[in-house]
């Protein structure tokens, strides 16, 4: 059901190159229901339970907005006591949950990818932090939203979430053994089958107007160092995409797997979509994409997501700072300030742990040139302390500020750049936590 967004070269949040990640969707279809033999013990759950959702129609009308504390609804302070329970048992609750379903299911593990690891820790995580904002209608809708339409690529359909909704209340009733009652039951009958419906009317609106996934073929394989390249591909029909957002891609080479990938140039007029990969230790699609692919190959997309995009109605100079491969999408932004012809001043803030990593500064030092409006700035620093170096320069309190790169740049970005006085609602990243993606 949830799927993580991250970069470069660890875990991270914005940016082109990371590889720990995003496996299969874990919501899957529902054939048939029956006892499980093979798990004794398991508290039967009656089906009937998990109500069916809508099929198709407009997107549900959002509930009203709650604070997320401490005037908190009586469901979610109920998710929350259930989830601070399972935390210390995640992995057990979630190795339920998937042999249940694949007891129940045999036939559904095919559209798992062929290793669970990173997809088991998934479900808890997401859930802690999809807990966490239970009440934030905002930002859980617009998380859910995108999911919806992002889980279109594996296939999921209406039909296929009553089935894991139970299969969760099962785990959930055999773990949360103190604080589990038919209140706290009731509570996440509600709030899963809320859930499930916001995602199932954003995927039925999507399908009105997008495909669940795009073949791309590469077209140009660029080894900028010995573990990063730059990869072309050639969509097989139009992608629309904003400058700063971010895809999913498959290998053949890695059925089912999923890495997320920012898009390192604006739209093009001949539809080419550029890639900045790392390969990372044990990274089965980065190394793919690294090492294996050649021209000719032919990758999978999945569709556009991010919110780290310009806003052309204003003209407040950019704040760039982009860590790593985490460059990618801060060259989008500047290609895309560039065609709309727009004086406003860029400043780039380019980081990198030795000088070998700055492998896409020739890149920006010639945009620099053509550019008289942009500041390119290399940074270079073993603990890529990149966001401490802006309080050097400045002032930036006309500045819109953009952060690309891994978790540890983002977290400490935001919190520097609000002590020199840029307010947290002109602070621009995708990171997991604050997109409530599950992290890695």
């Given at each position: 059901?949830?799927?993580?967004?991250?970069?470069?070269?660890?875990?991270?949040?914005?940016?082109?190159?990371?590889?720990?990640?995003?496996?299969?969707?874990?919501?899957?279809?529902?054939?048939?229901?029956?006892?499980?033999?093979?798990?004794?013990?398991?508290?039967?759950?009656?089906?009937?339970?998990?109500?069916?959702?809508?099929?198709?129609?407009?997107?549900?009308?959002?509930?009203?907005?709650?604070?997320?504390?401490?005037?908190?609804?009586?469901?979610?302070?109920?998710?929350?006591?259930?989830?601070?329970?399972?935390?210390?048992?995640?992995?057990?609750?979630?190795?339920?949950?998937?042999?249940?379903?694949?007891?129940?299911?045999?036939?559904?593990?095919?559209?798992?990818?062929?290793?669970?690891?990173?997809?088991?820790?998934?479900?808890?995580?997401?859930?802690?932090?999809?807990?966490?904002?239970?009440?934030?209608?905002?930002?859980?809708?617009?998380?859910?939203?995108?999911?919806?339409?992002?889980?279109?690529?594996?296939?999921?359909?209406?039909?296929?979430?009553?089935?894991?909704?139970?299969?969760?209340?099962?785990?959930?009733?055999?773990?949360?053994?103190?604080?589990?009652?038919?209140?706290?039951?009731?509570a996440w009958v509600r709030t899963y089958t809320a859930i499930s419906q916001i995602m199932i009317d954003a995927a039925a609106e999507d399908e009105l107007k997008a495909p669940a996934w795009w073949l791309a073929e590469v077209v140009s394989h660029d080894l900028r160092t010995p573990d990063i390249a730059v990869v072309t591909v050639r969509p097989n029909q139009?992608?629309?995409?904003?400058?700063?957002?971010?895809?999913?891609?498959?290998?053949?080479?890695?059925?089912?797997?999923?890495?997320?990938?920012?898009?390192?140039?604006?739209?093009?007029?001949?539809?080419?979509?550029?890639?900045?990969?790392?390969?990372?230790?044990?990274?089965?699609?980065?190394?793919?994409?690294?090492?294996?692919?050649?021209?000719?190959?032919?990758?999978?997309?999945?569709?556009?997501?991010?919110?780290?995009?310009?806003?052309?109605?204003?003209?407040?100079?950019?704040?760039?700072?982009?860590?790593?491969?985490?460059?990618?999408?801060?060259?989008?932004?500047?290609?895309?300030?560039?065609?709309?012809?727009?004086?406003?001043?860029?400043?780039?803030?380019?980081?990198?742990?030795?000088?070998?990593?700055?492998?896409?500064?020739?890149?920006?030092?010639?945009?620099?040139?053509?550019?008289?409006?942009?500041?390119?700035?290399?940074?270079?620093?073993?603990?890529?302390?990149?966001?401490?170096?802006?309080?050097?320069?400045?002032?930036?309190?006309?500045?819109?500020?953009?952060?690309?790169?891994?978790?540890?740049?983002?977290?400490?970005?935001?919190?520097?750049?609000?002590?020199?006085?840029?307010?947290?609602?002109?602070?621009?990243?995708?990171?997991?936590?604050?997109?409530?993606?599950?992290?890695?």
């Amino acid at each position: 059901m949830f799927e993580a967004r991250h970069s470069m070269d660890a875990p991270t949040t914005t940016s082109a190159g990371s590889d720990p990640g995003d496996g299969g969707g874990w919501f899957t279809p529902r054939t048939t229901a029956g006892p499980d033999p093979a798990l004794p013990g398991r508290p039967e759950q009656d089906e009937s339970r998990i109500p069916q959702p809508r099929t198709a129609g407009p997107a549900a009308e959002p509930r009203p907005q709650r604070s997320t504390r401490p005037n908190a609804s009586p469901d979610a302070l109920l998710v929350r006591r259930t989830m601070e329970e399972v935390g210390p048992v995640a992995d057990k609750v979630t190795s339920y949950f998937y042999a249940l379903l694949f007891v129940r299911h045999p036939e559904l593990r095919q559209l798992f990818p062929a290793a669970m690891d990173t997809q088991r820790d998934r479900l808890l995580k997401a859930l802690l932090t999809a807990a966490e904002h239970i009440d934030n209608q905002d930002v859980l809708v617009a998380y859910l939203k995108n999911l919806g339409r992002g889980h279109r690529k594996y296939g999921t359909q209406a039909e296929h979430y009553p089935a894991v909704g139970e299969c969760l209340i099962a785990a959930l009733t055999r773990y949360a053994t103190t604080t589990w009652d038919a209140r706290t039951e009731a509570a996440w009958v509600r709030t899963y089958t809320a859930i499930s419906q916001i995602m199932i009317d954003a995927a039925a609106e999507d399908e009105l107007k997008a495909p669940a996934w795009w073949l791309a073929e590469v077209v140009s394989h660029d080894l900028r160092t010995p573990d990063i390249a730059v990869v072309t591909v050639r969509p097989n029909q139009p992608y629309p995409f904003l400058a700063g957002q971010y895809t999913t891609l498959e290998t053949p080479w890695w059925p089912r797997v999923w890495r997320h990938y920012s898009f390192a140039a604006a739209p093009r007029s001949d539809g080419l979509l550029s890639f900045h990969v790392k390969a990372v230790p044990a990274g089965w699609v980065s190394n793919a994409l690294v090492h294996r692919a050649r021209p000719g190959d032919v990758l999978r997309l999945g569709p556009p997501a991010g919110s780290m995009t310009v806003d052309h109605a204003t003209d407040a100079g950019l704040l760039c700072l982009g860590g790593g491969t985490g460059i990618a999408p801060i060259k989008a932004l500047v290609e895309d300030v560039a065609e709309h012809g727009e004086r406003r001043p860029v400043e780039v803030f380019y980081g990198a742990r030795t000088d070998h990593d700055l492998y896409d500064i020739d890149t920006m030092l010639r945009l620099q040139q053509t550019h008289p409006w942009l500041s390119v700035r290399p940074i270079v620093d073993h603990h890529l302390q990149l966001p401490y170096a802006v309080r050097d320069y400045g002032p930036w309190n006309e500045y819109d500020a953009y952060l690309s790169g891994p978790p540890g740049l983002i977290r400490s970005g935001v919190d520097a750049l609000r002590d020199i006085g840029i307010p947290v609602d002109r602070i621009r990243h995708d990171s997991v936590e604050d997109l409530m993606a599950a992290a890695n």
